[in-house]
């Protein structure tokens, strides 16, 4: 028969409480190291997409309009997107909104973390000209906004934008994330697909 007094039952404990501490410890240690984890993956992350091939992130959306209001020349093709921007139109343009375009007042997202917007675009026969720009909350829809004047090839290419160059533009409140906007009465199609913000 084994007894056991109280002494060795006050042993016992100790043994079971030290035995608790020492694993209370490690998974606390265990996650606090998965947490550092994350945040070292977030501080890596060089980029943020906003399209993937065709494909929108999650609270993002697209508009398109011309100068008579002409809403049917954008079509998705397996993994991108044609313009085919029509004849006798003073403008066009396709918008890439925080969520679903609207009137004021509009949400925003901060991107003011990256330095540059990066579009894949290409166009039918190459030499096709598009404006790029972006907008805040807060912009008018004038047309009055800064737009980059790009001549599209007729090969894909990864053309990035400097978020610094549209001026008036405060990237910490951005709802048109991107812009194409094409100008003029001249009938002419191009490709687009990736949009994504980037970190240098």
Request: glycine share 8%; no cysteine; charged share 25%.
């Amino acid at each position: 028969m084994l007894i056991i007094g109280k002494s060795d039952l006050d042993d016992l404990d100790l043994t079971k409480k030290n035995t608790f501490s020492r694993l209370f410890s490690f998974l606390i240690l265990g996650s606090l190291l998965a947490f550092a984890n994350v945040v070292s993956e977030a501080d890596a992350q060089e980029f943020r997409d906003i399209m993937i091939g065709s494909s929108l992130v999650e609270n993002f959306d697209m508009g398109v309009n011309s100068g008579k209001n002409r809403t049917d020349w954008l079509s998705e093709s397996g993994g991108f997107f044609e313009a085919s921007y029509p004849s006798e139109q003073s403008w066009g343009a396709i918008f890439v909104t925080v969520g679903t375009p609207i009137n004021p007042p509009r949400p925003s997202v901060d991107l003011s973390s990256y330095d540059a917007v990066s579009i894949d675009m290409k166009g039918l026969n190459g030499r096709e000209v598009v404006w790029i720009g972006i907008k805040t909350k807060d912009q008018r829809d004038k047309g009055r906004e800064t737009k980059i004047r790009t001549v599209l090839t007729e090969n894909w290419s990864s053309y990035e934008f400097d978020l610094e160059t549209f001026k008036g533009a405060n990237p910490e409140i951005l709802y048109v994330v991107t812009e194409i906007v094409f100008d003029g009465q001249v009938a002419q199609t191009m490709f687009f697909r990736n949009i994504r913000y980037l970190r240098r």
